[in-house]
């Protein structure tokens, strides 16, 4: 799973337009077998998906990134984050019955 995870934000950061990048579901929880990597990519407004070549363009695309990547991945663009970044962040800790999930975001290493 990390190794699939890293090799998913390897493909985001490639694209020059990854803002954020967040992980929930049962791979940052006690579960012992996870089945997915669950993540929300905020991207920045500049992307154009139609321009991403290669197997990065396989993330844009939720269907081919679960049958491919192994993974459920979620993506908008600032623009589309109408309440600000953060409370769009904050949304993916709700859960459909109100209560929370946890949530991880990776961030580089500023060195």
Known sequence: MARRLERIYKLARSTGCLARFVVFGSLITAKHEPGDVDIFMLMEDNLDVSQVQGEAAIIFNHMAAQNIEGASIFWIRRVAAL?????????????????????????????
Do not use: M, Y
């Not at 953060?86 to 290493?109: C, M, P, Y």
């Open 83 to 111: 309440e600000g970044k953060q409370a769009t962040l904050e949304h993916w800790q709700i859960k459909r019955n109100k209560s929370f999930r946890g949530i991880v975001e990776v961030v580089d290493d500023p060195q």
